[in-house]
Nanobody
Framework: QVKLVESGGGSVQAGGSLRLSCAAS????????MAWFRQTPATQREGVAA??????YYGKSVKGRFTISKDTAKNTLYLQMDSLKPEDTAMYYC?????????????????????WGQGTQVTVSS
């Protein structure tokens, strides 16, 4: 099991930037694939981005604006969010599982992921 702790959320105006972090503790092999999901009270959980040591994947709504990266030495996941829009407002969750990522894993609500953080709120005002 992996413990995931997110940080970096906050409030920003449209067009601004934020960087989220997710520190993972435990066996690094249990977090081979790490990802960001987001959810609002009115929406289902949406896959934002995922990464392993081979590739990275993005949801359609964030591609070109968000960048996912991972510091393997620190076992810390990042999400650089640029050109933020009000529709990016959500609780952002870090997730992990011990297998390689695949693009479809962002499309099924996080069902493939075994470990989750507590979430960090991002609010974008117009």
């Amino acid at each position: 099991q992996v413990k995931l702790v997110e940080s970096g959320g906050g409030s920003v105006q449209a067009g601004g930037s934020l960087r989220l972090s997710c520190a993972a503790s435990g066996n690094p092999e249990d977090s081979r694939c790490m990802a960001w999901f987001r959810q609002t009270p009115a929406t289902q959980r949406e896959g934002v981005a995922a990464i392993d040591n081979l590739d990275s994947y993005y949801g359609k709504s964030v591609k070109g604006r968000f960048t996912i990266s991972k510091d393997t030495a620190k076992n810390t996941l990042y999400l650089q969010m640029d050109s933020l829009k009000p529709e990016d407002t959500a609780m952002y969750y870090c997730a992990a599982h011990p297998y390689y990522c695949h693009g479809y894993m962002l499309k099924n609500g996080g069902a493939d992921f075994t470990d989750w953080g507590q979430g960090t709120q991002v609010t974008v005002s117009s």
